[in-house]
């Protein structure tokens, strides 16, 4: 279940289009307006809290995960629902969302994003959180 969350998040990781365009960007994703979000893996820890920022970026542990490894490398991103920001792109530490309150149990990080109206579902987004029709394109570079 952490595998495909996690293969989920990277995909979110590269572009959050806020809205869709028929005309195609240089790299193949749509043009117009976007968040951009970079999920950046390092081998050493982040000290710095970086929460009440202005950021579009993450910091993960990098490793590879093998089935064998009892000591698996891993990082939450918690997502929250709200207009598209970085609340905590530390996860090495504990997680707060946009507001300071923490979340979650352990450590992570924390990303802010609409309820998506283009995805069908059996609910509707809470007319009290921000929603919008979006669509998440990524890309795996290094």
Same mark, same amino acid.
């Given at each position: 279940?952490?595998?495909?969350?996690?293969?989920?998040?990277?995909?979110?990781?590269?572009?959050?289009?806020?809205?869709?365009?028929?005309?195609?960007?240089?790299?193949?994703?749509?043009?117009?307006?976007?968040?951009? =979000?970079?999920?950046?893996?390092?081998?050493?820890?982040?000290?710095?809290?970086?929460?009440?920022?202005?950021?579009?970026?993450?910091?993960?542990? =990098?490793?590879?995960?093998?089935?064998?490894? $009892?000591?698996?490398?891993?990082?939450?991103?918690?997502?929250?629902?709200?207009?598209?920001?970085?609340?905590?792109?530390?996860?090495?530490?504990?997680?707060?969302?946009?507001?300071?309150?923490?979340?979650?149990?352990?450590?992570?990080?924390?990303?802010?994003?609409?309820?998506?109206?283009?995805? $069908?579902?059996?609910?509707?987004?809470?007319?009290?959180?921000?929603?919008?029709?979006?669509?998440?394109?990524?890309?795996?570079?290094?």
């Amino acid at each position: 279940m952490k595998k495909v969350l996690l293969i989920g998040l990277a995909v979110l990781s590269t572009v959050c289009a806020a809205t869709s365009s028929g005309a195609g960007g240089g790299n193949g994703a749509p043009s117009g307006p976007h968040y951009n =979000l970079n999920i950046i893996g390092v081998d050493n820890p982040k000290n710095s809290p970086m929460t009440a920022s202005n950021r579009h970026t993450i910091f993960v542990a =990098l490793g590879a995960t093998k089935a064998s490894d $009892p000591n698996p490398v891993e990082t939450d991103i918690w997502l929250t629902p709200g207009e598209f920001q970085v609340c905590d792109g530390n996860g090495f530490d504990a997680a707060y969302d946009c507001s300071g309150k923490l979340i979650g149990r352990g450590n992570g990080a924390v990303f802010q994003l609409p309820c998506n109206t283009a995805v $069908p579902t059996d609910f509707t987004c809470d007319q009290s959180k921000a929603s919008a029709s979006y669509q998440v394109w990524g890309r795996a570079l290094g």
